[in-house]
C-alpha cells in the first residue's frame, strides 16, 4: 500500500514537471513568435546598433535573436 502511494504520488510530480516543461516550451515558442519577453542585454545591444541608423527599428529591441537564446533565457 505504502509503495503504491509512494509511486503515485512520484507520477504526480513528474506530471507535474512535464507540464511545467511544456509551459515554459510553449512560452519560449511564444517569446520568439511574438516577442513578449525581454532579453535585456539583446535589448541594449540593438538599441546601440540602431542608434546609428536613421530608423529606430523599434519592434525588434524586445525580440530574442534567435530561439536558441531564448532558450538560454529561460534556462538562466
Known amino acids: 500500500m505504502q509503495q503504491a502511494v509512494q509511486q503515485s504520488t512520484d507520477f504526480q510530480?513528474?506530471?507535474a514537471m512535464m507540464n511545467s516543461?511544456?509551459?515554459h516550451f510553449y512560452a519560449m515558442?511564444?517569446?520568439r513568435?511574438?516577442?513578449i519577453f525581454i532579453n535585456h542585454a539583446q535589448a541594449r545591444r540593438t538599441w546601440t546598433q540602431?542608434?546609428?541608423n536613421v530608423r529606430l527599428r523599434l519592434p525588434q529591441?524586445?525580440?530574442f535573436a534567435s530561439f536558441e537564446s531564448a532558450f538560454y533565457y529561460m534556462i538562466s
Open 13 to 15: 510530480n513528474i506530471s
Open 21 to 23: 516543461l511544456n509551459v
Open 29 to 31: 515558442l511564444l517569446a
Open 33 to 35: 513568435d511574438t516577442g
Open 50 to 52: 540602431t542608434q546609428t
Open 61 to 63: 529591441m524586445n525580440t
